[in-house]
């Protein structure tokens, strides 16, 4: 059998689940001023039109930020969930594991005493 295989490894779904984060903490204001700076660059004569339009883009872009922000934090608490589901699972199946062998061992011994007398 191959020993190279991928192991789990929860530090790096936390760096994942932390960088999701960060991304989305930045995300709101990426969008807001890239639509805005948009908006600003209209060609249009007069000053009034065209901050109307920055302004309407910069709110188009926070609602998109905002979204693109919700979709990243969703799958980080979806990583999340993961890792703590795994974590549980592994220590019911330790502890399950743990109480099998003490019951193997203790049906072994009273075999072994009734044999030696």
């Known amino acids: 059998m191959n020993e190279d295989h991928v192991k789990y490894d929860y530090q790096l779904i936390q760096k994942f689940a932390d960088r999701l984060y960060a991304e989305a903490n930045g995300v709101v204001i990426h969008s807001t001023v890239v639509a805005t700076m948009v908006g600003i660059i209209t060609h249009v ?21 905002r979204e693109k922000a919700f ?39 009273p075999a072994e005493q009734g044999a030696a007398s």
């Not at 004569?45 to 930020?65: E, K, P």
């Not at 969930?81 to 699972?89: P, V």
């Open 71 to 109: 979709t990243l934090k969703m799958q980080a608490q979806q990583v999340l969930c993961l890792m703590s589901t795994e974590r549980n699972t592994r220590f019911v199946a330790v502890s399950v594991s743990r109480r099998s062998a003490e019951a193997v061992l203790q049906s072994d011994r």
């Open 45 to 65: 004569q007069t000053i009034g039109f065209v901050l109307v339009c920055a302004v309407v883009a910069g709110g188009m872009g926070y609602v998109r930020g």
